[in-house]
C-alpha cells in the first residue's frame, strides 16, 4: 500500500470526524427571524417572552435561549442567533412549533425557528475559490430581466451547462442574509424612466445638430420679405 494512499484515506477520516464534530456543535444553535422588537428590548428578554409568553414553555424548566447575538437583517427586522437547551427544542418541535404557526396566522407575522446549517470540510475549503458572474447568476437566483446581452446559456460553458444538468448547480441554491437579489418594481420603473431620459436626450441631441437657419432643401425665410410695405419706395426719375 502506497505512502499517498494511506495519507489521503488518513485525511479523508479527518475531514469526516471534524464534519461530525460541526455538525453537533450546530444543532445546540438556532436563528430566530421576524421577531418584532419596537421597543429595542435586549435580546435575553425578547427570547424569554418569545419562549414562556407566545410558545408556552414552562417557566419551571432550563432557559430556553442563551448566548443571544445579533445575526443580520431579514427584511426590516434584525435576526438573533442563540444557543437552546435540550429540553426547549423537544418542547418546541413537539408544542411550540404548532403555537408559533397560530400565532404568526393571527398577528400576521412570520417569526421563525431554524436550526444552524454548517458547511462540511470540503465546502469549507472551496469557499475562497472564485464564481465566474454567469455562476454567480444562476446560484444567487439574480433577476435578469432587465439584461438586455445575450442569453444565460449562450454565456455559460459546456461544464457549467453539464454541472447544471446533473444537478451539481441549481438555480438560487445560495443566498446572502439581508440581500434581496431579486428586481424590485421600483428598479424596474428606475430603469423605464432612465431608458425614456436616454431617448428625449438622443432626440434633443439630433435636433440641435441641425442648423436653425437652414433646413434641408430650402432657406429660411427672413423677417419682411413678404411685407411690400416695409421696402424703401422708388424714387421718381427726374
Known sequence: ??????????QERKQIFQDSINKKVVLEWVRVTGLPNPRKKPFDRILQELAVDILKYPREKPIAFSWPT?????GNILAIRAKISYDFWRFFITEGRGLLAEYNKTNNLDIRINREQTLTV?????????MTPTMA???????????????????????EKDAIKRGDVKLGSLRLTGV????SQSSKNT????????MEKQ????NSSESPDVEVGRKRPTS?????????AKMPKV
Open 1 to 10: 500500500m502506497s505512502n499517498s494512499f494511506v495519507a489521503e484515506s488518513s
Open 70 to 74: 445579533a445575526a443580520g437583517m431579514t
Open 122 to 130: 470540503s465546502d469549507n475549503e472551496r469557499l475562497g475559490e472564485s
Open 137 to 159: 447568476a444562476v446560484q444567487f437566483g439574480i433577476n435578469l430581466e432587465a439584461w438586455n446581452g445575450l442569453p444565460l446559456d449562450d454565456l455559460l460553458t459546456q461544464k
Open 180 to 183: 434581496n437579489l431579486t428586481k
Open 191 to 198: 430603469s423605464e424612466n432612465n431608458k425614456e431620459n436616454c
Open 203 to 206: 432626440e434633443s441631441s439630433s
Open 224 to 232: 419682411g420679405v413678404n411685407n411690400q410695405d416695409d421696402l424703401p
